[in-house]
């Protein structure tokens, strides 16, 4: 799902810089190129998150060895 919603935002970026290029009205012009703005952020932030998400699972299997509540092996409290 997250692979897809990548894509998305990618197509999305492509359409606004495609659309810049066409497009002669300053006004329209500005708001396509803040579309796209939008859409990278959108990108940098979901980049962060992924590397979040990653660190955060190698931290669990490093505290608990593999056995902890979200992997479900025992019944440990995971401090925080």
Not at 20 to 43: M, N, S, W
Not at 48 to 63: D, E, G, H, V, Y
Request: hydrophobic share 30%; glycine share 4%.
């Amino acid at each position: 799902m997250r692979k897809q919603a990548e894509i998305m935002e990618l197509e999305t970026r492509q359409f606004y810089q495609k659309a810049i290029g066409q497009v002669t009205d300053a006004g329209v012009r500005k708001l396509l190129g803040d579309l796209e703005e939008v859409e990278r952020k959108h990108q940098i932030t979901a980049r962060l998150w992924k590397r979040r998400s990653r660190q955060m699972s190698r931290r669990r299997r490093t505290r608990h060895n593999g056995a902890c509540l979200y992997c479900r092996s025992c019944s440990q409290v995971w401090p925080d």
